[in-house]
Nanobody, 124 residues
Framework: QVQLVESGGGLVQAGGSLRLSCAASGRTFSSYAMGWFRQGPGKEREFIAGITWNGGNTYYADSVKGRFTISRDNAKNAVYLQMNSLKPEDTAVYYC?????????????????WGQGTQVTVSS
């Protein structure tokens, strides 16, 4: 079992930056690939970024490529999402999740153990 707690969300102006953190409990954290998702008002949860168990490979949605960076520190049981050049359309609740099924990183159903989410609001 892995428990996840996201933090770092808030209100920021367009063009600004935020760094989200996801703290994980559980000894097997470093064995899993991880992902960040978001869910905007009235929208489905969507994949944002993923990272392999050792941080060797990262994956991004086209909408955030070049602006967001996912990273992890297995020694600290943490995953991060650096978000730069934020836009109003980035406004959403952001979630981290443990990828428990092999295959595509963008599939919500391939993830288990979700955090409670952290709100990111970007004003224009």
């Amino acid at each position: 079992q892995v428990q996840l707690v996201e933090s770092g969300g808030g209100l920021v102006q367009a063009g600004g930056s935020l760094r989200l953190s996801c703290a994980a409990s559980g000894r097997t954290f470093s064995s899993y690939a991880m992902g960040w998702f978001r869910q905007g008002p009235g929208k489905e949860r969507e994949f944002i970024a993923g990272i392999t168990w050792n941080g060797g490979n990262t994956y991004y949605a086209d909408s955030v490529k070049g602006r967001f960076t996912i990273s992890r520190d297995n020694a600290k049981n943490a995953v991060y999402l650096q978000m730069n050049s934020l836009k109003p359309e980035d406004t959403a609740v952001y979630y981290c999740a443990v990828k428990t099924r092999a295959g595509d990183y963008y599939r919500v159903t391939y993830y288990n153990y979700w955090g409670q989410g952290t709100q990111v609001t970007v004003s224009s």
